[in-house]
């Protein structure tokens, strides 16, 4: 069966629907189908899934006092029962099963399926293969009919930033914010604001070590400030984290972006076109602005030639420079699929560091996708 032509049009059926499709989709593509314990840490979700998900997971308490949480997504337990059973690479693991998510007007738990790719080298077809496998599991769920594909890329929205010769802390920032749209315009309007008065409240002794540009001597000061507050040493940060991040802040507080630089951002993240039309697009940017993509862009260009390899139609993707999903351990495509909905049916993207961050030895570049089961289904109920 070719990846692009589904299993057949399964229809929802009892309380797993899709399940014999998806299994057999799955096991086609060579993935391991992995089961994780419904109660996991909170502390990975807390570090690294960012805000939009911390504030909709369920917590409670262990026996030995430790954060857990009801299981919100599949990556982060897929990642650490590979890491636990150090099997080899590349790997590709599946799931199914049910997740418990806060949602608006939407049940709390619902069940999610989909793959996990771990350990692929080249980049370019591991993401043509989720983009690929993720419309197969939709046909497999029997959704024939046109999708639409957003497709954006942290990777390029990083490189700009990067080329744009941003202070460390104004990039961060603006990371944070990729795909949060409220949250980016709220930070570059205060890059954009002039300078007006003091940007911090700070003690004159500190503004003046600060001005110097000695963190050494600012860290001593913090230190003896604080025994004679009276603050146990080891308690919250120490005074040289504490010095660093008074630095970075008045980094932050003091950088106002030129305007010419504002308007190559704005034009940046207007970029809203077919993705087939996107490495023109970004070129015409790259010479309009002298802004240089580099290998980012060459990556999307070697992923759009690793998608026309798989035979997938990329009339139905669109590139939004400013799309992301609100999730922080992304580090390059993100993408979202949906049939007429205002919300995804199946979504994910490219997250390079969270292995390693969750304990791997090395680094694992690491790809993957969810499927909305309960979207799926309602969908396909609401049909006549």
Not at 184 to 190: S, Y
Not at 349 to 365: H, K, M, N, Q, W
Request: glycine share 10%.
């Amino acid at each position: 069966m070719s990846l692009l032509s589904g299993s057949g049009a399964a229809r929802p059926d009892g309380g797993a629907p899709f399940d014999a499709a998806l299994a057999a989709l799955f096991a086609e593509l060579g993935a391991v189908l992995v089961e994780t314990p419904l109660l996991q840490r909170a502390e990975p979700y807390l570090d690294t899934a960012g805000e939009d998900l911390r504030r909709r997971i369920f917590l409670t308490r262990g026996e030995g006092g430790e954060t857990l949480c009801l299981r919100p997504d599949f990556t982060i337990p897929v990642c650490l029962a590979h890491i636990e059973g150090a099997a080899g690479l590349p790997r590709r693991y599946a799931y199914n099963g049910p997740v418990f998510r806060q949602r608006r007007g939407e049940t709390a738990e619902f069940r999610q399926a989909g793959i996990e790719n771990l350990g692929q080298t080249d980049r370019a077809s591991a993401d043509a293969h989720a983009l690929a496998e993720a419309l197969a599991a939709l046909r497999a769920c029997g959704l024939e009919a046109e999708l639409a594909v957003t497709v954006g890329d942290q990777a390029l929205f990083e490189a700009f930033l990067t080329a744009l010769d941003l202070p460390a802390g104004w990039q961060r920032r603006l990371v944070r914010c990729f795909g949060r749209d409220d949250l980016l315009q709220g930070a570059l309007a205060a890059l954009s604001r002039e300078a007006t008065g003091d940007p911090l409240d700070l003690d004159p002794a500190v503004r003046a070590l600060l001005r110097a540009g000695s963190s050494a001597a600012l860290a001593d000061h913090v230190r003896g400030m604080m025994e004679e507050g009276g603050l146990p040493p080891h308690r919250g940060r120490s005074p040289e984290e504490i010095a660093e991040r008074l630095i970075e802040k008045m980094a932050l507080a003091n950088t106002r972006l030129r305007a010419s630089y504002l308007d190559r951002l704005g034009a940046f993240l207007a970029l809203d076109c077919p993705l087939a039309e996107a490495p023109a697009r970004l070129e015409a940017l790259e010479a309009e602005s002298g802004v240089e993509f580099g290998a980012a862009l060459a990556f999307l260009q070697a992923r759009n030639a690793a998608l026309k390899a798989l035979g997938v139609d990329l009339a139905p993707f669109r590139y939004r420079a400013a799309f992301g999903r609100p999730i922080d351990y992304y580090t390059g495509l993100v993408f979202e699929m949906s049939c007429g909905t205002a919300e995804p049916l199946a979504a994910g993207g490219r997250y390079d560091r969270l292995v390693s961050y969750l304990g791997a030895p090395e680094p694992i570049p690491a790809v993957g996708f969810s499927l909305w089961l309960d979207r799926i289904a309602a969908l396909q109920e609401a049909r006549p």
